[in-house]
Structures are given as C-alpha cells and as structure tokens.
C-alpha cells in the first residue's frame, strides 16, 4: 500500500512542483513537506487539507490515504479505493451521528 507521503511526492513530482513550491502554496516550510514525504512527520488535517488544495487533489481523497478513517472501516475501503471517498460522504449524510 502506498503512503501518504508517497501519494504527494508523486503527485507534486507529476505537476512539476518543487518542494519549495509546495510548501510556500500549503504554508509549511519544505523540512516539513519533506518529512511527511518521507514517512517522518505526520500530517495534521489541517496540513493535509492545505496540501491537497496546493496539489489540485481532494482533500477527503488525502485523508483517506492518510489512513485517518477508524480501523473497522478500513479493510472495505481499501477494497474499494476508488468507491471510498463516495462511500464515505453517503455514510455520513445517513448516519449522521452514528457511533459505534
């Protein structure tokens, strides 16, 4: 499975981003961009979030690779990547409140 940090390298490298530019558009300094990068800083979702819209990508998308879903949702939404984000929004519109 591909990391988070994974995800945005290859995207930025894919829009012909710097790291440098990527940090200036979400607002974080490039150790920062480089250690989420490479797997040695978390993110918070408020970093994410500005990271996504500096990449042009969605948010939700991010932070479902980011893994911040909880464990017993996981396992389907990793089946079904592609369907998640969709999944997801629909099960929070009718479960609206909803704990296990």
Do not use: C, N
Not at 28 to 46: D, F
Not at 63 to 76: F, N, S, W
Request: net charge positive; no cysteine; aromatic share 4%.
């Amino acid at each position: 499975m591909r990391t988070v940090g994974a995800r945005i390298r290859d995207t930025r490298l894919a829009k012909g981003m710097t790291q440098r530019q990527l940090g200036e558009r979400a607002g974080v300094g490039v150790p920062y961009i480089s250690g989420i990068e490479t797997g040695k800083e978390r993110a918070g979702e408020t970093v994410l979030q500005r990271i996504a819209l500096a990449l042009d990508i969605d948010p939700d998308e991010l932070a479902v690779a980011a893994g911040r879903i909880p464990a017993y949702l996981m396992d389907p939404i990793m089946r079904h990547p592609g369907e998640a984000v969709a999944t997801l929004r629909s099960f929070a519109r009718t479960a609206e409140g909803w704990r296990p």
